[in-house]
T-cell receptor, first 115, second 114 residues
Framework: NAGVTQTPKFQVLKTGQSMTLQCAQDMNHEYMSWYRQDPGMGLRLIHYSVGAGITDQGEVPNGYNVSRSTTEDFPLRLLSAAPSQTSVYFC??????????????FGPGTRLTVL | AQSVTQLDSHVSVSEGTPVLLRCNYSSSYSPSLFWYVQHPNKGLQLLLKYTSAATLVKGINGFEAEFKKSETSFHLTKPSAHMSDAAEYFCVVTPNNAGNMLTFGGGTRLMVKP
């Protein structure tokens, strides 16, 4: 079991560029989510999905898109990168029922810098 | 609305001494509470969780936390710190009616001196 994997580990973008952060899990988890981590602010939920074909917004969704075409994959798209999106991004997954009763498994993170 | 306040951004202890990381929360509903740990350049790992069962919760690596509703607190403790405990710790809350919406505290960085 690889658990939750994220690629790339590091990325530098210029303002206005677009890119996709990849997230995959091999635990057959229904629930997946994306967080961003900024100093002193903990992790903030960007988008989440409770199953293939179903996504919803979290606390800070602006500037990001997601889709969930398969159970395994949950990519995060930055449409037009801005310096305010410089952050560390974490993908997480858990069994159905969401975070309340089930442990969330986190990926190793993607460190994104927008110049 | 819900929120989490971790009262110390940094805590420094000597190896072998007790650890106390403080967390206060607010929630409109009976909350579930978690502590996660993040070692340098790693993802987050669940230490322990409270979901309205016993108020004293034991987690991995000798950590435990006590849910005190009257004080709206969920402080994390360990009797004796180990060098490997040096990491960042996050207190997390979710209301029982919205299990997918985790709210994280700002984090406490624990440093352990030899």
């Amino acid at each position: 079991n690889a658990g939750v994997t994220q690629t790339p580990k590091f990325q530098v973008l210029k303002t206005g560029q677009s890119m996709t952060l990849q997230c995959a899990q091999d635990m057959n988890h229904e629930y997946m989510s994306w967080y961003r981590q900024d100093p002193g602010m903990g992790l903030r939920l960007i988008h989440y999905s409770v199953g293939a074909g179903i996504t919803d917004q979290g606390e800070v969704p602006n500037g990001y898109n997601v889709s969930r075409s398969t159970t395994e994959d949950f990519p995060l798209r930055l449409l037009s990168a801005a310096p305010s999106q410089t952050s560390v991004y974490f993908c997480a997954s858990s069994r159905s029922g969401g975070a309340l009763y089930n442990e969330q498994f986190f990926g190793p993170g993607t460190r994104l810098t927008v110049l | 609305a819900q929120s989490v306040t971790q009262l110390d951004s940094h805590v420094s202890v000597s190896e072998g001494t007790p650890v106390l990381l403080r967390c206060n929360y607010s929630s409109s509903y009976s909350p579930s509470l978690f502590w996660y740990v993040q070692h340098p350049n790693k993802g987050l790992q669940l230490l322990l969780k409270y979901t309205s069962a016993a108020t004293l919760v034991k987690g991995i690596n000798g950590f435990e936390a006590e849910f005190k509703k009257s004080e709206t607190s969920f402080h994390l403790t360990k009797p004796s710190a180990h060098m490997s405990d040096a990491a960042e710790y996050f207190c997390v809350v979710t209301p029982n009616n919205a299990g997918n919406m985790l709210t994280f505290g700002g984090g406490t960085r624990l440093m352990v001196k030899p």
